[in-house]
Structure formats: C-alpha cells, structure tokens
C-alpha cells in the first residue's frame, strides 16, 4: 500500500454530547476521482498536507441501510463537482475508504459504518475552501443517507487539528 499522509486508525474523542469512538475494521480502499489516477502528493520534507476524515454511518434508526458504496457515489459525485468549480477536473483526487464501527454514548452496541479520508492536493485550493467543501460534503452525506450527523475530523500530515459534527442543513 503506498503511503498515505492521513491517520486511518482508531479515533475517540469527547463531543458535547458524550464520547464517540470509531475502530477501523476491514481493508483500505482507494478510489480515484477524475481523469488521472493518482494526483502528485508531496512527502518527507516538503510542504503539509491537509486532509479531512469524514466518518458515516451505514444504519438509519439503528437499521443497517447503506453499504460503503453508497457513500462513495456520494462522495465522488460532490467531490468531482467540488473539483469541476476550481477547474481542475484533469487532476483528478483521490479518495481513501475504510469500513469500521462507531460507538456513542447513545448507542447500546457498535454501527457499522465508514470512513472516508479525503487529502487537499489540488494546486491552488486554500484550506479554508477545502474546510468549506467538506463541510458542504458532509452535509450532503447526512441528507442522501439520512444521518443525524456526520463527524468530520481535520487533518495535517496525518494529526487531528480539530474535530466537528455535521448536521443537516436547515430546510
């Protein structure tokens, strides 16, 4: 597997609401977006990379529902439109999946669920509009796979800067 500057590993963190905690649990999988297969990514001791890991889950009212497919169409669908409005589309992205199971003080047992990492490598895209389009990304994943929330954790070179809940948007 090449090297990928993101962490993919176990993350738990305490939200305002309780603790959230998600194990990965099964192979990694890299999807290209676009054209070309893998964009030019920096490593050693060139310039940080930002990331975003966006964790789903796959049930709706504690019923599985969803595959780890589902969410990928979704994500590729937003992300190539995302790419098309910078004018990048030729440089095509990619995206790294992992099914794994989370656990909220609210649930009595693990939901399966995904997650999906997401690395800022298109020339010329500020992180603050990338910080943007994940959260566009991720409220749209909450709508289509009808989810209360999305949790959204941001990355440098593979560290948590910081962490989120997404919600759906007010209609």
């Known amino acids: 597997m090449p090297h990928i500057p993101a962490n993919l590993g176990r993350l738990e963190v305490l939200l305002l609401d309780g603790w959230f905690t998600f194990r990965p649990n099964g192979p990694v999988t890299i999807a290209a977006i676009g054209p070309r297969r893998n964009p030019l990514v920096p490593t050693g001791d060139t310039e940080s990379i930002h990331g975003a890991r966006l964790i789903v889950g ?90 209360d929330s999305v949790l959204y954790e941001r990355q440098r070179d593979g560290r948590t800067v910081r962490v989120w809940l997404i919600v759906p948007p007010n209609e």
């Open 58 to 147: 796959l049930a709706v009212g504690g019923v599985p529902t969803w595959e780890d497919n589902d969410v990928i169409k979704i994500v590729k669908r937003v992300r190539l439109a995302q790419l098309r409005r910078h004018g990048t589309y030729r440089s095509g992205a990619t995206v790294i999946s992992q099914r794994g199971l989370y656990l909220t003080d609210k649930l009595e047992e693990d939901e399966r669920s995904v997650q999906v990492v997401i690395l800022n490598t298109v020339a010329g895209v500020a992180q603050k509009e990338f910080h943007k389009e994940m959260i566009e990304l991720g409220e749209e994943l909450c709508l289509q796979l009808k989810q």
